[in-house]
């Protein structure tokens, strides 16, 4: 069965630094990947989509990679504020690129220090 | 435009209790999926759910039901509830065409905490 990794449980940073997260998945070829922030007692929120055919995707001060050979993911947070300190989830798209059969990571919980 | 919701927030039940979940999608999305979150995990797929069909099931017993209404909005039901049920539940809409192709995000309700005693 499919299985993902995400790198370890937290990480810590400074503000201003890059923060760096790693997804990483076995025994599947998804059509896409996602990657969700989550904060404390909420529901995750949908930040960025790479699809299998495409290398990098940037939005604002988010980067995600995808090498397909690799089977990983990176997640960058440039210039990291306080306000980034959350749990960010990576998800597998689900067969035929079906969303809603996602598998998701146990998250990293990254925090930003001022 | 409201986002999905779902009720009730929190709730309370002992051992061998039965819950129902409910969950508003997004208007115009007819998918809805069910995750079960439990503490210091991700989420795990339970249910999806579109023209009120059911579209695919997780490693789940079959006290873990769930249906769709015409109107889209779902409900999940949990019979004998153990304690390891305790988690947050969350439910997410979609948009999904026919041929289960959809744009790929998902959007989440805040969940609902279910703690069993």
């Known amino acids: 069965s499919q299985k993902i990794e995400q790198n370890s449980e937290a990480l810590n940073i400074q503000e201003g630094k890059t923060a760096t997260l790693t997804c990483n998945y076995t025994?599947?070829?998804?059509?896409?990947l996602q990657w969700y922030r989550q904060d404390p007692g909420r529901g995750p929120v949908f930040l960025l989509l790479?699809?299998?055919?495409?290398k990098e995707k940037r939005k604002e001060r988010l980067k995600v990679t995808f090498d397909t050979t690799l089977k990983q993911s990176l997640f960058h947070i440039t210039a990291s504020q306080p306000a980034d300190s959350a749990t960010y989830l990576c998800?597998?798209?689900?067969?035929?690129?079906?969303?809603?059969?996602?598998?998701f990571g146990d998250g990293t919980t990254l925090t930003v220090k001022p | 435009d409201a986002g999905v919701t779902q009720s009730p927030t929190h709730l309370i039940k002992t051992r061998g209790q039965h819950v129902t979940l409910r969950c508003s999608p997004i208007?115009?999305?007819?998918?809805v999926s069910w995750y079960q979150q439990v503490l210091g995990q991700g989420p795990q797929f339970i249910f999806q759910?579109?023209?009120?069909?059911?579209?695919g099931r997780g490693n789940f017993p079959d006290r873990f039901s769930a249906r769709q209404f015409p109107n889209y909005s779902s409900e999940l039901n949990v019979n004998a509830l153990l304690l390891g049920d305790s988690a947050l539940y969350l439910c997410?809409?979609?948009?999904?065409?026919?041929?289960?192709?959809?744009?790929?995000?998902?959007?989440f309700g805040e969940g609902s905490r279910l703690t069993v005693l």
């Open positions: 997410a809409s979609s948009t999904l065409h026919r041929d289960y192709l959809n744009t790929g995000e998902l959007f």
């Open positions: 790479i699809r299998e055919n495409e």
């Open positions: 759910y579109y023209e009120k069909e059911e579209r």
């Open positions: 025994n599947y070829s998804p059509a896409y």
């Open positions: 998800a597998l798209a689900g067969p035929r690129g079906n969303a809603g059969k996602s598998t």
């Open positions: 208007s115009g999305h007819k998918s």
